[in-house]
């Protein structure tokens, strides 16, 4: 099955990508793991950096027709799916002064390695048990901004790169079920995967039984080409080897008023 969306189309909220992977870590406003290590970058104040980034606008990208309603807030969406660990970093900050933006609900959902969306199973021509929620859910931004997500890669269905589905709400209501309800939506867009580690993953089981034809990144209908302003993500390695699994940094930014 085709994601119905076609070519990425504008939705009317504007939204932007910034710095990401190292160049997040110089700024002092993404979401890199380790304190910078160069006598120079300890001494720049993080606010001022951060004030004084470029922030690039970018469209933002299509929902897609599997978004459901309901996800639960969690930070570990897995359920037990089999597939290459993704340690997702993500930095919400707002356009205007690139300040991170603390209690955001920063969502996300993937299909499987086999390429079928819980709630859809079967579009992509594989049968397997479907609850529902498996590789959907979300998490609240930080103090830093910071929302970290544990998955799998993401496998593919007919018509389609690799990529993941986000929205950015804020003010939303947790309730007693594990979900959200309410808030303002932000931002809707995509993350998106290097076509080099995509291929090594690929080859791994049970990826390697996905029996849809792969589009890669240069022949998706959405990706225009962008780099981190359109989604790309930036990814290390884990381990040695591509089974070890990833960490995918990338800062967004968002309108806020």
Known sequence: M???????????????????????????????????????????????????????????????????????????????????????????????????????LVEIWHCDALGEYSGFVGNNGHSEPDDGSFLRGGVLTNSSGLANLTTIYPGWYRGRCIHIHLKVHTGVTLTSDGSFTGGRELHTGQLFFDETITTAVARISPYSTNTVTRTTLAQDSVYDDGGASSGLLTLTALGSTAASGYTGTLTVGVETS
Do not use: N, W
Not at 7 to 16: D, E, F, N, S
Not at 31 to 40: G, S
């Open 2 to 104: 085709t994601d119905t969306s076609g070519a990425a189309h504008p939705i009317g909220r504007r939204t932007v990508l910034i710095a990401t992977g190292a160049t997040a870590a110089t700024l002092a406003v993404g979401a890199a793991p380790e304190a910078p290590t160069t006598d120079t970058a300890k001494t720049v104040d993080s606010a001022p950096v951060a004030a004084a980034a470029v922030c690039t606008l970018t469209k933002e990208m299509t929902e897609g027709p599997y978004y459901l309603d309901g996800a639960l807030v969690r930070a570990d969406i897995t359920e037990s799916k089999p597939g290459v660990p993704l340690k997702l970093a993500l930095t919400v900050v707002d356009d205007d002064t690139c300040a991170p933006l603390s209690g955001a």
